[in-house]
């Protein structure tokens, strides 16, 4: 929720374009392509960066810097790709003001701040969006990604990507000596034993054919060793496909850590919800649509299928705040036989020059197109 000059540069696009637009959730940035009656479509960019010391070595790499919650300052970087998703669209946003010709409707450009936090389509919506934006028949969005050549694009029906629920543990023991660990209760083993055991609600109590993940992304306690100290801190990850196994993991996970926590004689551990990324699901009909938009666009060699992942996005709650169907794609990053393939949230993350971008722009043109009910040859 930092972008401001990300902000000011989409919006200084837009102005040289003649696209009018407004600010939107803080950093978000919305415009209106008006071009007569017509159906209303949204295409969503995200547009934020990580807190990643680029290291890419490209001559125009970030010497940005940014601040954590907690006041911190940190290098950051597009580690993610996201600065690929916004050129793409503003790449796309002026072929279709120069071909106005060529079709009728209203395109609203979203340029979403905030993915990565789960903050951002939410705030933009709460800032009210849609009563500020003509209500369009659907959205779509697009990510760049190292698991599709690049040229190509990837697109699936139904279930996209998953939901994740972030947890913070805090974890109460009782300090002691080292040398006295019979006056303690260490939140340190208590902690190992909520680690190890939380594995075993996948393995043994989600069935085999269900998707989920638990992870256990930091573990800080204690600050010399030979002090037993009074307290841990945990944070975890999860991601699930349907509501009804997440359903049966979140209160799992629940059970485990106060369960381990009376088994140590130790007090019950708060647990904190961080943020929650609803679950993507295209709409299939609609998917069918833009799929066919996008190959008119490519090519149908260069539009693949494939499954839902275990990624997380923000973007299905644009839609899901009005009722009405998504789309999201991803297109490639990497030629199929680069040698380096760094992934997304990697210091050397850096799609391979412009026939990534270009393939954005023109997926993003052909799947707007479709939903417009307006079809072109590659």
């Known amino acids: 929720m930092q972008e401001h000059r990300t902000a000011e540069f989409i919006e200084a696009a837009l102005d040289r374009l003649g696209i009018e637009h407004f600010r939107c959730g803080g950093t978000g940035v919305v415009g209106l392509q008006r071009n007569g009656d017509g159906p209303v479509v949204a295409f969503r960019a995200d547009i934020d960066g990580l807190p990643i ?8 790499r970030s010497e940005a810097r940014g601040t954590l919650p907690d006041g911190t300052e940190v290098p950051v970087m597009h580690g993610c790709g996201h600065d690929s998703h916004t050129a793409a669209a503003l790449a796309a946003c002026g072929v279709f003001e120069r071909d106005r010709a060529g079709w009728s409707g209203t395109i609203v450009w979203i340029f979403q701040p905030g993915e990565e936090t789960a903050a951002g389509a939410n705030a933009m919506v709460a800032d009210g969006l849609w009563d500020r934006a003509p209500r369009p028949a659907v959205v779509l969005g697009q990510h760049v990604v190292p698991a599709v050549p690049a040229g190509s694009v990837a697109l699936c029906e139904g279930p996209a990507m998953a939901a994740a629920d972030a947890l913070k543990v805090t974890i109460h023991g009782k300090q002691s000596h080292g040398s006295q660990p019979q006056d303690s209760i260490d939140p ?32 800080h306690a204690g600050v010399k060793e030979n002090i037993i100290p009074d307290r841990a801190e945990l944070t975890l990850n999860t991601r699930t496909l349907t509501d009804e196994v997440r359903d049966a993991l979140i209160p799992a996970i629940r059970r ?58 923000d973007f299905g709650g644009l839609a899901t705040s009005i009722g009405v169907p998504n789309v999201y794609w991803f297109f490639g990053a990497y030629a199929a036989d680069a040698t380096e393939q760094p992934v997304n949230h990697s210091p050397q993350f850096l799609p391979d020059g412009e026939l990534p971008l270009v393939t ?3 997926a993003a043109i052909g799947g707007i197109r479709a939903a417009l009910g307006e079809t072109r040859e590659a």
């Open 256 to 313: 485990v850590i106060s369960a381990e926590a009376a088994a140590s004689g130790a007090p019950e551990p708060e647990v904190e919800e961080l943020y929650r990324f609803p679950a993507l699901v295209n709409d299939a009909e609609q998917a069918r649509v833009v799929r066919a938009g996008i190959a008119a666009e490519l090519g149908a060699e260069r539009v693949l299928t494939v499954g839902p992942g275990m990624g997380s996005e």
């Open 53 to 60: 010391e680029e290291q890419t070595g490209a001559e125009f």
């Open 188 to 219: 340190i083993v208590l902690g190992a034993f909520i680690v190890t055991r939380l594995q075993t609600i996948v393995a043994r109590e989600i069935a085999p054919q269900s998707a989920a993940v638990v992870t256990c992304g930091t573990f």
């Open 360 to 362: 954005g722009a023109r």
